[in-house]
């Protein structure tokens, strides 16, 4: 199989594309960077957020004791909270329970944990995402590991409608870290890309993950519109 690999790489804005296209009450304020917790919100719960504790607290309900110590972490650990990258496995390190460990149950109670915190269009862009299995078929060279498998969940602290709490959700080319404070939710930061974004199949352009929602490109400047290399071979869309 010939791959095409094109690159896509999206910064903090990038969350509107997760999450704004149809959950119009989730609120993408900054949470100040990955190294600074926002602060407890003792604001009242709107059913969105309402929604994703149920789904983190059904997710957790399905996990081994052993799973549930290695997928939860204190809410102040500022180390936890920065252990996000665009790098596979065998580069970068990530902690938590991996989808490779999960059963099936545990991997439907996940999506559908995700399914609340991103829109449609936000959930189909990370199944995209993790379908990495192009490269893994490939060999990544050395120690590096790539494929679904090696996409890791975790919290810091207890999932709640009231106390502040996150969900990290991430491998290669995908970092989802979303603050659940009260009645306000925060994707920032996360990232988005993929690799590849196109492949060559029996001579078949095939895509892999789908270009940026077209109401999101609505609103880059003229400095944020995807471009390409010389080359023609990586595209990026840079949104600050």
Do not use: C
Not at 4 to 12: A, E, I, P, S
Not at 36 to 46: F, G, I
Not at 90 to 112: C, E, P
Not at 135 to 156: A, C, E, H, I
């Amino acid at each position: 199989m010939e791959s095409r690999v094109v690159d896509v790489y999206v910064g903090n804005l990038m969350a509107a594309a997760l999450g704004s296209i149809s959950l119009l009450t989730l609120s993408l304020a900054s949470a100040g960077g990955a190294d600074t917790p926002l602060a407890a919100d003792s604001s009242t719960a709107d059913a969105q957020t309402s929604k994703v504790v149920t789904a983190a607290n059904a997710l957790l309900a399905t996990l081994s004791a052993d799973q549930q110590s290695a997928v939860s972490f204190v809410y102040t650990d500022s180390a936890q909270r920065a252990k996000w990258s665009n790098f596979p496995t065998g580069i970068f390190q990530r902690d938590g329970v991996k989808w490779g460990d999960m059963s099936a149950a545990q991997r439907t109670a996940l999506t559908s944990l995700l399914g609340t915190v991103l829109s449609e269009g936000g959930l189909k862009m990370v199944q995209q995402q993790m379908a990495d299995d192009v490269l893994k078929s490939q060999g990544g060279g050395g120690n590096l590991t790539f494929g679904s498998d090696q996409y890791f969940v975790s919290f810091l602290g207890t999932p709640s409608a009231t106390t502040t709490w996150m969900l990290q959700f991430g491998g290669h080319h995908l970092a989802i870290n979303a603050t659940v404070a009260g009645g306000n939710i925060t994707l920032a930061p996360s990232l988005t890309g993929g690799q590849p974004i196109y492949t060559t199949v029996n001579g078949q352009t095939v895509t892999v993950v789908e270009d940026v929602p077209q109401e999101v490109k609505d609103t880059y400047g003229p400095a944020q519109q995807p471009g390409r290399g010389a080359a023609g071979q990586y595209g990026a869309a840079l949104v600050k």
